[in-house]
Structure formats: structure tokens, C-alpha cells
């Protein structure tokens, strides 16, 4: 079993900067692939970025490419969404996600609480 929470999110305006911490406890999170889904209101929850198990390689939505940055630490069992040139459309709970494959795939194993992320124009 691995738990996953979230911190970091909150109120910033468009054009700002937040960045996300994901604190993985349990089973060490070395062993997981690990990423970001999110969810905004009234829409399907979507992938937005992951990190192989040894951070070897990272994949990202085609939406935050060039603006977000996956990146972990496995001795501190944590992993790190730093979000910048935030637009409004970015507003949405942020979702941890630990998969067990070698990469994140779209049913990870396990799930965060979620971080809220609001945008403001």
C-alpha cells in the first residue's frame, strides 16, 4: 500500500507560478512510476505529467508542456510538479498518482486526495 498527499495548491494569478509536492508513504515510492492527473469542474479528469521510477524519463500533457516541470527526490519519497505561466484553464484539483508499472498509466494504483489549484485572470 502507498499513501499520497498532496500539498502546495492554492490562488494565483495567470501568468504565476505554484508548485506542487506529492509526499509518498508506505511502500517505498522508489518502486512506482509516479504523476499528475487533474480535474476540472465539469470535465473528465485528465493526465497532465509523470515521472519513471528512477526519473529517467518524464512524459507530459500536450496542454503544460514547455510550462511544467515533473522532477522527484526518492530519498525523500517525494515528487514535485513546479507549474509556471499559469493560465485560468489550469484551474482544477491536482491528483498524486503512484503506478506500479514502469511508467504512469491511466489506472495508476493509487491516488492522492487531490490539491486544489485556482487560477485567477
Known amino acids: 500500500q502507498v499513501q499520497l498527499v498532496e500539498s502546495g495548491g492554492g490562488l494565483v494569478q495567470a501568468g504565476g507560478s505554484l508548485r506542487l509536492s506529492c509526499a509518498a508513504s508506505?511502500?517505498?515510492?522508489?518502486?512506482?512510476?509516479m504523476g499528475w492527473f487533474r480535474q476540472a469542474p465539469g470535465k473528465e479528469r485528465e493526465f497532465v505529467a509523470a515521472?519513471?521510477?528512477?526519473?529517467?524519463?518524464?512524459d507530459y500533457a500536450d496542454s503544460v508542456k514547455g510550462r511544467f516541470t515533473v522532477s522527484r527526490l526518492n530519498m525523500k519519497n517525494t515528487v514535485y510538479l513546479q507549474m509556471n505561466t499559469l493560465k485560468p484553464e489550469d484551474t482544477a484539483v491536482y491528483y498524486c498518482?503512484?503506478?506500479?508499472?514502469?511508467?504512469?498509466?491511466?489506472?495508476?494504483?493509487?491516488w492522492g486526495q487531490g490539491t486544489q489549484v485556482t487560477v485567477s485572470s
Open positions: 508506505g511502500r517505498t515510492a522508489s518502486l512506482y512510476a
Open positions: 498518482v503512484a503506478d506500479a508499472a514502469y511508467q504512469v498509466t491511466a489506472t495508476p494504483n493509487y
Open positions: 515521472i519513471t521510477r528512477g526519473g529517467t524519463s518524464t
